[in-house]
C-alpha cells in the first residue's frame, strides 16, 4: 500500500499513535468542524448509509472508529438490542458517552477504547459493523477489514461511510481548492492543532475509493459489494456481505 500519510511526518510514533494523539488533542472542538466543514450534509450522508441497513434489521452492531458516538447514536433509529462502538481516542470517546448519557441510551450503546486491527470481540459476533470516516485511519487497512468480517456474522453487513473524490468538472476542481486551502486553513485556526487539517485532505488523496476500494472488500472476504457516491462523489457508502 505504500508508505502510509501520517499527521506527523516528523514523529517517531506509527501511523496508529499519531491518529489517536491527533484526535485525542481536537477532540473538544471535532464535532462543530465536522459540522460546520461539510455544512451539515454529514448528518444526511449518515441517515442515508442508515437507512442501508433497515432491511437487514441488525439487533447488534459494531461501529468502528466510532470517535464521538454520532453513527452509533444514529444507528438508534433500527431499533437495535446493542451497539458497541470502538475507538483508539479515549478523549473522543468521554465525549461520546456523555452524549449517549445525556441521551439515556446507557442500556444499548457501550463505547469502549478498541483498535480495528485486533477487536475484542470474538468471531462471528455482530449483525452488521459501521465505519464512518474512519478507514482511511487504520494502519493497516487490510487487517482492519479482515478483523471486521471476523467479528461479523455469516450474512452480515459492512457499511463504511468515506470520503472519496468527485471527478467531474467543477466540483472537482472546487473540492479540491476547499480541502487544500480553505479546509486547513479554518481547522487550525479553530481547533489549534496545526496538524489535524492537513492531515485530513491527504489522506483522503491516498485512499483508495471507488472500485479500488470494492476490490479490497471483495479480497479480505466480502461479496455482494457495493459503491453509492454521495453529493457528486464528495463522499462514498461502501457496503458488502461476509461469505
Not at 152 to 157: A, V
Given at each position: 500500500m505504500g508508505t502510509p500519510v501520517v499527521p506527523d511526518i516528523k514523529s517517531k510514533a506509527g501511523k496508529k499513535e499519531q491518529v489517536a494523539a491527533m484526535f485525542n488533542n481536537i477532540a473538544h472542538r471535532y464535532d462543530f468542524l465536522n459540522h460546520f466543514f461539510s455544512l451539515g450534509i454529514d448528518k444526511i450522508w449518515r441517515r442515508k448509509a442508515i437507512n442501508l441497513l433497515k432491511k437487514e434489521n441488525p439487533q447488534t452492531i459494531l461501529d468502528v472508529a466510532t470517535g464521538t458516538g454520532d453513527f452509533a447514536i444514529a444507528a438508534m433509529k433500527l431499533h437495535p438490542q446493542r451497539i458497541n462502538g470502538i475507538d483508539i481516542s479515549e478523549k473522543m470517546l468521554e465525549i461520546g458517552r456523555e452524549k449517549i448519557k445525556n441521551k439515556k441510551l446507557e442500556k444499548i450503546i457501550e463505547l469502549s477504547l478498541?483498535?480495528?486491527?485486533?477487536?475484542?470481540?470474538?468471531?462471528?459476533?455482530?449483525?452488521?459493523?459501521?465505519?464512518?470516516?474512519?478507514?482511511?485511519?487504520?494502519?493497516?487497512?487490510?487487517?482492519?477489514?479482515?478483523?471486521?468480517n471476523r467479528v461479523?456474522?455469516?450474512?452480515?453487513?459492512l457499511v463504511v461511510l468515506e470520503f472519496s473524490q468527485p471527478k467531474k468538472f467543477p466540483v472537482k476542481q472546487l473540492y479540491k481548492f476547499y480541502f487544500s486551502n480553505i479546509l486547513p486553513f479554518f481547522g487550525?485556526?479553530?481547533?489549534?492543532?496545526?496538524?489535524?487539517?492537513?492531515?485530513?485532505?491527504?489522506?483522503?488523496?491516498?485512499?483508495?475509493?471507488?472500485?479500488?476500494?470494492?476490490?479490497?472488500?471483495?479480497?479480505?472476504?466480502?461479496?455482494?459489494?457495493?459503491?453509492?457516491?454521495?453529493?457528486?462523489?464528495?463522499?462514498s457508502i461502501y457496503t458488502g456481505k461476509k461469505v
Open positions: 478498541g483498535d480495528s486491527e485486533n477487536i475484542k470481540f470474538p468471531d462471528n459476533t455482530f449483525d452488521a459493523v459501521t465505519v464512518a470516516f474512519g478507514v482511511r485511519n487504520f494502519e493497516n487497512l487490510e487487517l482492519g477489514l479482515k478483523e471486521i461479523l456474522k455469516k450474512n452480515g453487513t487550525k485556526l479553530i481547533s489549534k492543532d496545526s496538524s489535524a487539517y492537513t492531515y485530513l485532505p491527504e489522506s483522503v488523496i491516498v485512499f483508495p475509493y471507488g472500485e479500488k476500494f470494492l476490490e479490497l472488500l471483495q479480497s479480505t472476504g466480502f461479496s455482494n459489494t457495493y459503491c453509492k457516491q454521495l453529493s457528486f462523489g464528495i463522499s
